[in-house]
T-cell receptor, first 113, second 114 residues
Framework: DVKVTQSSRYLVKRTGEKVFLECVQD?????MFWYRQDPGLGLRLIYF???????EKGDIPEGYSVSREKKERFSLILESASTNQTSMYLC????????????FGPGTRLTVT | AQRVTQPEKLLSVFKGAPVELKCNYS??????LFWYVQYSRQRLQLLLR??SRESIKGFTADLNKGETSFHLKKPFAQEEDSAMYYC????????????????FGKGTKLSVKP
């Protein structure tokens, strides 16, 4: 049973703070992803990683960075949080190939005040 | 550009009625399509993928390449089907091997009334 865990379910931060969101998967998947989920906008890809230390920008990378030092862990970093980054953040992992399933974490609801 | 369109934000039906959640896509290659579902307070999970040609929880989806559609259907809706449904397209990229990124539609909220 695949498990994708995220470090926090709820997080409240102040504008300008540096924020770290952690994601861990236990299925030895090559690929890991960070999305944000907003009502009416669906899921939008922020960054993904297809291997350790490798990363690629998604559709909305501005204001975010990522780190993947170990295969099982993928971190999303908000360098200087802003109120428009208030959102639900979903992490996912999956294997190689076009037909693989992505497995999602429970999400982190981030509020920036 | 690759795109997934779900034209309905909200779909409300009565229990026992047929359900069809629409999904249209734009993709230059041979598409791999999925439906994901998110029940209240649960994580997003795969419902079905077109390559499997399976029926999950009574739902089916047929890929129509001529109409570039992948509509999700169920003949008799149940209250427990109420959820957020996302159609997704796998966009194949090559980073030292074939990788597929998912492009999601904006989602349709299905509400099944008793």
């Amino acid at each position: 049973d695949v498990k994708v865990t995220q470090s926090s379910r709820y997080l409240v931060k102040r504008t300008g703070e540096k924020v770290f969101l952690e994601c861990v998967q236990d299925m030895d998947h090559e690929n890991m992803f960070w999305y944000r989920q907003d009502p009416g906008l669906g899921l939008r890809l922020i960054y993904f990683s297809y291997d350790v230390k490798m990363k690629e920008k998604g559709d909305i990378p501005e204001g975010y960075s990522v780190s993947r030092e170990k295969k099982e862990r993928f971190s999303l970093i908000l360098e200087s949080a802003s109120t428009n980054q208030t959102s639900m953040y979903l992490c996912a992992s999956g294997g190689q190939g076009a037909t693989y399933e992505q497995y999602f974490g429970p999400g982190t609801r981030l509020t920036v005040t | 550009a690759q795109r997934v369109t779900q034209p309905e934000k909200l779909l409300s039906v009565f229990k026992g009625a047929p359900v069809e959640l629409k999904c249209n896509y734009s993709y230059s290659g041979s598409p791999e399509l999925f439906w994901y579902v998110q029940y209240s307070r649960q994580r997003l999970q795969l419902l079905l993928r077109h390559i499997s040609r399976e029926s999950i929880k009574g739902f089916t989806a047929d890929l129509n390449k001529g109409e570039t559609s992948f509509h999700l259907k169920k003949p008799f809706a149940q209250e427990e089907d109420s959820a957020m449904y996302y159609c997704a397209l796998s966009e194949v990229k090559n980073y030292g091997g074939s990788q597929g990124n998912l492009i999601f539609g904006k989602g349709t909220k299905l509400s099944v009334k008793p």
